[in-house]
C-alpha cells in the first residue's frame, strides 16, 4: 500500500461520514471517518485567509469553510451560478460570477456581505486582478471581449479581441495583460496592453487553451483539445516554448512550488508536472469528475469534483516523495514513415524518449510499452530535417500513425517565384497573367505557375499534399504557422517567394423597372409603388488579391503582404449568356495586373 493519504472532507450540511484514501495498483482505497456533504456539485474554489469558499453550482450558493475547525462560518444565496471565483487579499474582496450570467457580485470574503454588483456584456468565464491598482480583468467569451473593472468605483471598460476569451492573467512585472482564445488559432495567446487594449504581440498556443498561469519567468498555457501543458519563456517573449505531454485530457490548473497540477474530469485523474524539467513526473486516481483545484502549498491540495458534491484534500508529499505510483497503461506504436510524395522510407531511426527503433524496407517501425496519452515521436532520416509528430497512444490498442517528411533540405534556398492559385474561378486566370508579367519583369529567375486547368507543375504535383486545408492568413491578416508549409515547398523547389491568388466576382441587375410600364401601374392603382424590374444586366464587378510570402523574411505572426485589385464594367445591355460574361471577367482580370504594377512601382516586395 502507498504512503501518501487522501483526505476526503465532504462539506455541507450535519457531520456524517469522512474517508481516508490511499492507492494500491491504481485502486482507491476508503476508510470511512466522519463527512460534512456539500449542498451541490462545485466547479471553482478560493482561499481567503485559512477558508476555503466553495461555489456551489446546483444551489447557486456561495459557502465559507474553515480549513482549521472544518465548520461552514457561512452561506449566501447568490441568484447566478457560480463558476468563477476571484479574491483580493490586498483590499478584502471577493468576485463571483458565472458563464450564464451577466452579473460580477462583489462580496466582503470575512462575512459574505455584498459590496456592489457590476454588469457585463456577457457571462464571465475567467477573472484575474491587478495586486498593484486593484483593476480585475474579466474574459467574456459570449462577448467577444475582454473587461477592465476599476475597484473603486467599479465602473466598466471593454475591449474586443479577436475570438472568444477563455482565460486571463495579468503579469505584474511588466504589466501586461495576457489571454488565451478558444478559436482555433496557433497564435491564440494575445498579449495586450490593459490601459488601452492595444494588442502588443501574439504568442503560440495549443488548440483550446483554456487555463493560464504564471511560474518565475513562464506563462503556463493548459490546452485541453490538445491535451499538453505549455512552457513559454517570457523574457523571450513567448519564443522559447517548452511543451508536456499529457496522459489525460486537463481540464483545470493550480500550481504552487515547483509543480502544476492538472485535474482531468473525464478520466479521474489529477496529473502532476514538475515545471524545472518539464516533465510529467506522475498520474493519481482521484474521486468522480475532478474540475476546481487550488494550491494550499506544494503537494497539498484541495479539489472540488462535479461527481461527488464534495471538497477533497490531498496531501501528496509522500505520495510524490517515493512511493509506488499508479501503475501506468502502456499501448504499442506501429506506423510507416514516408516522404512527401507518400514513397516509404526505408533508412533512419524512430525515437521515443530512450527507446530507438530503426525504420525497415517497407518504412515501418514499431515501438512497444508506451504509456497512453499524447506522445512525441522523432524521426531522425539522413538529408532531412529532423521531424517530432505528436501521437495519441491508447492503452491496451496499437497506434498507426504515418509520419510524413518534409522535403530534403536545400544548401542554396533559391530565388525563384512560385504562383498559387486557390480554387475560386479566374483565381488560376489572374495566377497565369501575373507569372507571364512576372516572367518579363524577372528574365534572370525562375517563375512557376505551381496550379492551373492546364496541368499541375510536375516538381509541385507530389507535394501538394504538403498544403492540404492551408490557413496561411488569420482573420487578422497575419502569417499563420501553416507558412511553415510553404517554408518547405520553398526549399524543395527553390523559391524565395510565393504569391498566392485569389479572385472573387460578382454579377448583378438593374432593379429600376421599365419605366413605361411602371407609368402604367400608377395609374392603374395611383399611390401605390409598383415597379416592374427589367433585369438586364449591367454591373460586373471582381476583386482579385495577390498575397507575397518572402520565405526568408516573413515569419508566423507578421503582418501579411497583400495587394488588393479591381475591375468593373457597367455597360449594360441585352441578357449576357455565361460564356460571354467570363470573357468580360477575364478582360477585368488581365487589366488587373497593370493596377498591380502600379503598386510596385515604388518598392518592389519580390526585389
Same mark, same amino acid.
Given at each position: 500500500?502507498?504512503?501518501?493519504?487522501?483526505?476526503?472532507?465532504?462539506?455541507?450540511?450535519?457531520?456524517?461520514?469522512?474517508?481516508?484514501?490511499?492507492?494500491q495498483?491504481?485502486?482507491?482505497?476508503?476508510?470511512? /471517518?466522519?463527512?460534512?456533504p456539500?449542498?451541490?456539485? &462545485?466547479?471553482?474554489?478560493?482561499?481567503?485567509?485559512?477558508?476555503?469558499?466553495?461555489g456551489?453550482?446546483?444551489?447557486?450558493?456561495?459557502?465559507?469553510?474553515s480549513?482549521?475547525?472544518?465548520?461552514?462560518?457561512?452561506?449566501?444565496?447568490?441568484?447566478?451560478?457560480p463558476?468563477v471565483?476571484?479574491v483580493?487579499?490586498?483590499?478584502?474582496r471577493?468576485?463571483?460570477?458565472?458563464?450564464?450570467?451577466?452579473q460580477l457580485?462583489?462580496?466582503?470574503?470575512e462575512?459574505?456581505k455584498?459590496?456592489?454588483?457590476?454588469t457585463?456584456?456577457?457571462?464571465?468565464?475567467?477573472?484575474?486582478?491587478?495586486?498593484?491598482s486593484g483593476?480585475?480583468?474579466?474574459?467574456?467569451?459570449?462577448a467577444?471581449?475582454?473587461?477592465?473593472?476599476?475597484?473603486?468605483?467599479?465602473?466598466l471598460?471593454?475591449?474586443?479581441?479577436?475570438?472568444s476569451?477563455l482565460?486571463?492573467?495579468?503579469?505584474?512585472?511588466?504589466?501586461?495583460?495576457?489571454?488565451?482564445?478558444a478559436?482555433?488559432d496557433p497564435?491564440?495567446?494575445?498579449?495586450?496592453?490593459?490601459?488601452?487594449?492595444?494588442?502588443?504581440?501574439?504568442?503560440?498556443?495549443?488548440?483550446?487553451?483554456e487555463?493560464?498561469?504564471?511560474?518565475?519567468? /513562464?506563462?503556463?498555457?493548459l *490546452?485541453?483539445?490538445?491535451?499538453e501543458?505549455?512552457?513559454?519563456d517570457?523574457?523571450? /517573449?513567448?519564443?522559447?516554448? /517548452?511543451?508536456?505531454?499529457?496522459?489525460?485530457?486537463?481540464?483545470?490548473?493550480?500550481?504552487?512550488?515547483d509543480?502544476?497540477?492538472? %485535474?482531468?474530469?473525464?478520466?479521474?485523474?489529477?496529473?502532476?508536472?514538475?515545471l524545472?524539467s518539464?516533465?510529467?513526473?506522475?498520474?493519481?486516481?482521484t474521486?468522480e469528475?475532478?474540475?476546481?483545484?487550488?494550491?494550499?502549498?506544494?503537494?497539498?491540495?484541495?479539489?472540488?469534483a462535479?461527481?461527488?458534491?464534495?471538497?477533497?484534500?490531498?496531501?501528496?508529499?509522500e505520495?510524490?516523495?517515493?512511493?509506488?505510483?499508479?501503475?501506468v497503461?502502456?499501448?504499442?506504436?506501429?506506423?510507416?514513415?514516408?516522404?512527401?510524395a507518400?514513397r516509404?522510407?526505408?533508412?533512419?531511426?524512430?525515437?521515443?524518449?530512450?527507446?530507438t527503433v530503426?525504420?525497415?524496407e517497407?518504412?515501418?517501425?514499431?515501438?512497444t510499452?508506451?504509456?497512453g496519452?499524447?506522445?512525441?515521436?522523432?524521426?531522425?532520416?539522413?538529408?532531412?530535417?529532423?521531424l517530432?509528430?505528436?501521437?495519441?497512444?491508447?492503452?491496451?490498442?496499437?497506434?498507426?500513425? %504515418?509520419?510524413?517528411l518534409?522535403?530534403?533540405?536545400?544548401?542554396?534556398p533559391?530565388?525563384?517565384?512560385?504562383?498559387l492559385?486557390?480554387?475560386?474561378?479566374?483565381s488560376?486566370?489572374?495566377?497565369?497573367?501575373?507569372?507571364q508579367?512576372?516572367t518579363?519583369?524577372?528574365?534572370d529567375?525562375?517563375?512557376r505557375?505551381?496550379?492551373?486547368?492546364?496541368?499541375?507543375?510536375?516538381?509541385?504535383?507530389?507535394?501538394?499534399e504538403l498544403?492540404?486545408q492551408?490557413?496561411?492568413v488569420?482573420? *487578422?491578416?497575419?502569417?499563420?504557422e501553416?507558412?511553415?508549409?510553404?517554408?518547405l515547398?520553398?526549399? &524543395?523547389?527553390?523559391?524565395?517567394?510565393?504569391?498566392?491568388t485569389?479572385?472573387?466576382?460578382?454579377?448583378?441587375?438593374?432593379?429600376?423597372? *421599365?419605366?413605361?410600364?411602371?407609368?402604367?401601374f400608377?395609374?392603374?392603382?395611383?399611390?401605390?409603388p409598383?415597379?416592374?424590374p *427589367?433585369?438586364?444586366?449591367?454591373?460586373?464587378?471582381?476583386?482579385?488579391?495577390?498575397?507575397?510570402?518572402?520565405?526568408?523574411?516573413?515569419?508566423?505572426?507578421?503582418?501579411?503582404?497583400?495587394?488588393?485589385?479591381?475591375?468593373?464594367?457597367d455597360?449594360?445591355?441585352?441578357?449576357l449568356y455565361?460564356?460571354?460574361?467570363?470573357?468580360?471577367?477575364?478582360?477585368?482580370?488581365?487589366?488587373?495586373?497593370?493596377?498591380?504594377?502600379a503598386q510596385?512601382h515604388?518598392?518592389?516586395?519580390?526585389?
Open positions: 500500500m502507498g504512503k501518501g493519504w487522501l483526505l476526503l472532507l465532504l462539506l455541507w450540511g450535519s457531520p456524517a461520514a469522512l474517508a481516508q484514501v490511499s492507492f495498483d491504481g485502486v482507491v482505497l476508503e476508510r470511512q /471517518q466522519r463527512s460534512i456539500l449542498a451541490g456539485a &462545485a466547479d471553482r474554489i478560493a482561499i481567503w485567509n485559512q477558508r476555503l469558499l466553495v456551489q453550482m446546483e444551489a447557486q450558493s456561495l459557502a465559507s469553510w480549513l482549521e475547525g472544518g465548520e461552514v462560518q457561512w452561506q449566501l444565496p447568490l441568484g447566478l451560478v463558476t471565483l476571484l483580493d487579499p490586498l483590499r478584502r471577493l468576485y463571483v460570477g458565472g458563464v450564464g450570467s451577466p457580485l462583489v462580496l466582503d470574503p462575512d459574505g455584498l459590496l456592489g454588483t457590476v457585463l456584456p456577457g457571462g464571465v468565464i475567467d477573472l484575474t486582478w491587478d495586486p498593484g483593476r480585475v480583468f474579466a474574459a467574456l467569451p459570449t467577444r471581449a475582454l473587461a477592465v473593472i476599476d475597484p473603486g468605483a467599479l465602473r471598460r471593454t475591449f474586443a479581441v479577436p475570438g476569451p482565460a486571463v492573467v495579468f503579469e505584474p512585472g511588466s504589466g501586461r495583460l495576457i489571454t488565451a482564445l478559436e482555433p497564435l491564440g495567446v494575445l498579449v495586450m496592453d490593459p490601459d488601452n487594449g492595444e494588442l502588443l504581440a501574439r504568442w503560440r498556443s495549443g488548440r483550446l487553451p487555463a493560464l498561469a504564471l511560474w518565475q519567468d /513562464q506563462l503556463l498555457v *490546452n485541453s483539445e490538445s491535451q501543458l505549455l512552457l513559454l517570457l523574457t523571450s /517573449q513567448g519564443q522559447r516554448v /517548452q511543451r508536456v505531454g499529457l496522459e489525460w485530457r486537463p481540464t483545470r490548473l493550480a500550481v504552487a512550488g509543480y502544476a497540477y492538472v %485535474t482531468s474530469r473525464d478520466h479521474n485523474r489529477l496529473q502532476v508536472v514538475h524545472p518539464a516533465r510529467l513526473e506522475q498520474t493519481l486516481l474521486q469528475q475532478p474540475t476546481g483545484i487550488v494550491a494550499l502549498a506544494e503537494h497539498r491540495l484541495a479539489v472540488v462535479a461527481g461527488v458534491p464534495a471538497v477533497t484534500l490531498l496531501d501528496l508529499g505520495e510524490l516523495g517515493g512511493s509506488r505510483p499508479l501503475t497503461e502502456v499501448g504499442a506504436i506501429y506506423g510507416r514513415v514516408v516522404d512527401v507518400q516509404p522510407v526505408s533508412q533512419g531511426q524512430v525515437r521515443w524518449q530512450r527507446q530503426p525504420i525497415q517497407d518504412g515501418s517501425y514499431l515501438l510499452q508506451v504509456p496519452g499524447l506522445q512525441l515521436v522523432d524521426v531522425l532520416i539522413p538529408g532531412y530535417p529532423p517530432t509528430q505528436q501521437v495519441q497512444v491508447r492503452p491496451g490498442f496499437v497506434s498507426t500513425p %504515418t509520419l510524413r518534409p522535403p530534403a533540405e536545400r544548401r542554396d533559391g530565388a525563384g517565384i512560385g504562383i492559385p486557390d480554387g475560386l474561378p479566374f488560376d486566370e489572374l495566377a497565369r497573367q501575373l507569372g508579367a512576372l518579363q519583369r524577372y528574365p529567375r525562375s517563375v505557375v505551381l496550379r492551373s486547368p492546364m496541368g499541375t507543375d510536375p516538381d509541385f504535383a507530389p507535394l501538394q498544403l492540404s492551408l490557413t496561411v488569420d482573420r *487578422n491578416q497575419r502569417y499563420t501553416d507558412l511553415e508549409k510553404l517554408r515547398l520553398g526549399s &524543395a523547389l527553390g523559391l524565395r517567394h510565393i504569391l498566392l485569389q479572385v472573387q466576382i460578382a454579377q448583378d441587375y438593374s432593379r429600376q423597372g *421599365n419605366p413605361l410600364v411602371n407609368l402604367a400608377q395609374f392603374l392603382a395611383p399611390g401605390i409598383i415597379q416592374i *427589367n433585369f438586364t444586366p449591367n454591373m460586373l464587378r471582381s476583386r482579385g488579391v495577390v498575397v507575397v510570402v518572402d520565405l526568408l523574411r516573413h515569419r508566423p505572426g507578421d503582418k501579411v503582404l497583400v495587394y488588393e485589385l479591381s475591375g468593373q464594367d455597360v449594360g445591355g441585352d441578357p455565361e460564356e460571354a460574361a467570363a470573357g468580360l471577367f477575364r478582360l477585368q482580370v488581365r487589366n488587373m495586373i497593370p493596377q498591380l504594377e510596385w515604388d518598392r518592389d516586395p519580390l526585389s
